[in-house]
């Protein structure tokens, strides 16, 4: 088992639509998860970290995270075709030797069409 | 502020070459972090260091030696570079002191024939 899972895609929504990405992890001390965003040919781009249970919003982003069910979200509200990239989700395990390392899913594609 | 660079931005290796990938950041950070990207492999960690002085293996280690010259500056060097060795390299930096968030370079895109 992977330790982040993430649903390839690729995920098409129309313009305007809410995306919504997923992602699942398998070690339970992993404490912090973030979302990139990686357009092709280049670098993966934060848009957004999560620390604690429940939902965090910025602008047309939502993060949600249960630690219980070890599943992370992402929602993209308002899909508009700049959107289209892939989206990374990465996991860090808490402290001691791996200090700040991080686990990256295999990232989803998302289209979003006009 | 530049944020992480890196270079160069594309290279091409015969086997057996040696290179080294220079990454620097302005952003003050402690932590900095060498990653490789493949189709379907995903980011994978190379190597990092958590702070000036330090460096430890990641997922991938094998091929590859760092230095973490100062607090600005992480390099990356294939010492006998190998086909294996294709790929996308990404240097990330990350402030500590409760944020954990990383920060990426542009990439260095290394074909090995």
């Known amino acids: 088992q992977k330790e982040v899972e993430q649903n390839s895609g690729p995920l098409s929504v129309p313009e305007g639509a809410i995306a919504s990405l997923n992602c699942t992890y398998s070690?339970?001390?992993?404490?912090?998860f973030f979302w990139y965003r990686q357009y092709s040919g280049k670098s993966p781009e934060l848009i957004m970290s999560?620390?604690?249970?429940g939902d965090k919003e910025d602008g047309r982003f939502t993060a949600q995270l249960n630690k219980a069910s070890q599943y992370v979200s992402l929602l993209i509200r308002d899909s508009q075709p700049s959107d289209s990239a892939t989206y990374l989700c990465?996991?860090?395990?808490?402290?001691?030797?791996?200090?700040?390392?991080?686990?990256f899913g295999q990232g989803t594609i998302l289209t979003v069409h006009p | 502020n530049a944020g992480v660079t890196q270079t160069p931005k594309f290279q091409v290796l015969k086997t057996g070459q040696s290179m080294t990938l220079q990454c620097a950041q302005d952003?003050?950070?402690?932590?900095m972090y060498w990653y490789r990207q493949d189709p379907g492999m995903g980011l994978r960690l190379i190597y990092y260091?958590?702070?000036?002085?330090?460096?430890d293996k990641g997922e991938v280690p094998n091929g590859y030696n760092v230095s973490r010259l100062n607090k600005r500056e992480f390099s990356l060097r294939l010492e006998s570079a190998a086909p294996s060795q294709t790929s996308v390299y990404f240097c990330?930096?990350?402030?500590?002191?409760?944020?954990?968030?990383?920060?990426f370079g542009p990439g260095t895109r290394l074909t090995v024939t």
């Open positions: 990465a996991a860090r395990r808490a402290g001691g030797t791996s200090y700040g390392k991080l686990t």
């Open positions: 070690d339970r001390v992993s404490q912090s």
């Open positions: 999560i620390y604690s249970n």
């Open positions: 952003m003050n950070h402690n932590s």
């Open positions: 260091s958590a702070s000036e002085g330090t460096t």
């Open positions: 990330a930096s990350m402030g500590g002191l409760g944020s954990y968030e990383q920060y």
